[in-house]
């Protein structure tokens, strides 16, 4: 276990010699907060509403604020098995005594672990510049926030590393990867609550495990679920983790066999 | 000007040689083009099913604003994003700026033009059809002296798109390595997609003047449903002018800090 975790220390500190390369993602980043802010808020204003589908303005806001923050913990930018793969360096990893999927793993928590340190003083500029629209959650739900944005991690990175693991089988998967990322979105949550959603579109993504990655969380922190949901929220993610592990493992494994080491 | 679009024509022979051996991609990629416009119409369903009209624009002036945005967005993608995105990345850094620089041609449109992505315009079809789709499901009636208009503010929207695409790369020269100068353009252009009048004064004020993103598309598409304004067609051309003049200006004072060193 000690490996992994000098291997993160190394990595973080690795990551964290190009700030200026995060600092402008984070700023570019930020212009999605502010268009939907500017959105909702006209829409708020202009038709005197004061609730949405039980979303006032400020907890549509926050709601944006928060998955504006879990946003940089969206690992996909951040795992490399499939290029690895793809380029032949996987065998660096490999050969060494190490596991080469923890390695991984643990690069990409370092990379997160750098985003979410240099996204704080942008989330407080944020929460300056928005202050009357924002609003806090309670001590308990911090708590429960994030925990349930830790659990979101590791099942945002078990369900892409099974994409990942694919590229053993099928070659490069990067474009197949950027596509799923971007169709996720919509049933996580990412791009508005999921409440506004239609009814039937609603029920749909109330059976697929993404919620879990934005919505669920947000709701966290604006105190819309009750302790029991929350609980019964992380035993599901739980399932989807070992799920989405054991599936990934099997294609991992298989693709072990394949693997030629000769790149691309 | 004959000897661009003979090396267009090559560049472009050479990325379609190249995009034909990865078909998979080219169909993810497409696909993911596609998928952009779909989610983006789920949004709008979402928008305005709570509100008539967005900054007085209805859905299908919005969607036809948004249609029009990823036309000119798309199109420099296919043109010039691919070849930003590697200076900004690869050409700097390693030392291959040397070869652009050294033809007897200027190095950054050579840049901008070294790596075409054909599939790219395959998305600019489904973003006319949506543009026609939007026009004719809306009932919306156009003059001809509007439509001549808008066309020529599009293609002058287009080339200070371009403008400000290099004006965002350009720090490569200074900072050698930075991949996330790469989709800073593509990142600010979500604001092209909304009626002006969504953002507070003071931000559209900026988005208007010192980085005119929203002029490209909302100044047309604003000019097309309403009357023909000849202050935006000045605005247009002053703001080419300026922009075309500060892009080349920085481009050759970057030109000037690069050492060709490889790393």
């Known amino acids: 276990m000690l490996k992994y975790l000098i291997y993160y ?57 928060v998955t504006s923050f879990i946003f940089r913990l969206d690992p996909t930018g951040a795992m490399f098995l499939n290029e690895t793969v793809w380029m032949g360096t996987f065998t660096n990893d490999l050969i060494k005594p190490w596991s080469a999927v923890l390695i991984d793993i643990s690069y990409t928590l370092a990379e997160l672990s750098v985003r979410v340190l240099l996204y704080l003083p942008f989330c407080l500029f944020i929460f300056i510049v928005a202050f009357n629209y924002l609003s806090l959650p309670s001590l308990g739900n911090l708590v429960y926030f994030l925990i349930t944005v830790i659990l979101g991690i590791f099942l945002n990175i078990a369900f892409y590393e099974i994409f990942h693991a694919l590229c053993f089988h099928f070659g490069d998967q990067e474009a197949n990867i950027s596509l799923l990322n971007y169709l996720v979105a919509l049933p996580a949550g990412g791009l508005f609550p999921l409440a506004f959603l239609p009814e039937t579109l609603h029920k749909i993504t109330n059976v697929l495990p993404f919620r879990f990655l934005f919505d669920t969380p947000a709701n966290i922190y604006l105190g819309k679920l009750t302790t029991s949901e929350i609980v019964s929220s992380w035993g599901q993610m739980i399932l989807w983790i070992v799920l989405f592990f054991l599936i990934f493992y099997f294609i991992y494994r298989s693709g072990l066999k394949k693997y030629t080491g000769t790149g691309r | 000007m004959k000897k661009y679009f003979k090396i267009t024509w090559i560049l472009f022979k050479n990325a379609y040689i190249r995009d034909k051996k990865i078909p998979g991609q080219i169909f993810s990629k497409t696909l993911f083009n596609i998928s952009e416009i779909a989610v983006t119409i789920i949004f709008f369903d979402v928008i305005f099913s709570n509100t008539r009209t967005l900054a007085g624009w209805n859905f299908y002036q919005v969607l036809f604003l948004y249609a029009f945005a990823k036309i000119i967005i798309s199109i420099n993608n296919g043109w010039a994003r691919g070849g930003l995105n590697t200076f900004a990345s690869e050409y700097i850094r390693r030392g291959d700026f040397d070869f652009y620089l050294t033809k007897p041609v200027n190095p950054m449109i050579l840049v901008s033009l070294s790596k075409p992505r054909i599939y790219q315009f395959i998305a600019v079809i489904f973003e006319i059809g949506l543009a026609v789709y939007a026009i004719v499901a809306g009932h919306i009636s156009i003059g001809l002296t509007n439509l001549i208009w808008f066309l020529i503010l599009a293609i002058l929207g287009m080339i200070l798109y371009y403008f400000l695409s290099v004006l965002t790369v350009v720090p490569a020269f200074w900072f050698i390595k930075i991949w996330s100068l790469q989709d800073l353009i593509g990142r600010l252009s979500q604001v092209m997609r909304y009626p002006a009048g969504v953002f507070p004064s003071f931000i559209r004020v900026i988005l208007m003047s010192v980085f005119p993103i929203i002029a490209i598309s909302y100044l047309p598409t604003n000019l097309l449903f309403n009357q023909v304004k000849i202050e935006y067609i000045i605005y247009i051309v002053i703001l080419i002018i300026i922009f075309g003049t500060l892009t080349n200006f920085i481009w050759k004072l970057g030109q000037r800090h690069y050492s060709s060193a490889s790393s």
């Open chain 1, 9 to 65: 220390k190394v990595a973080f500190k690795d990551i964290l010699a190009y700030k200026a390369d995060f600092i402008i993602y984070i700023i570019a980043n930020m212009v999605f907060f502010f268009v939907y802010f500017a959105i909702w808020k006209n829409i708020y204003t202009s038709t005197s509403t004061i609730e949405i589908h039980n979303y006032t303005l400020i907890n549509t806001v926050t709601y944006y604020f």
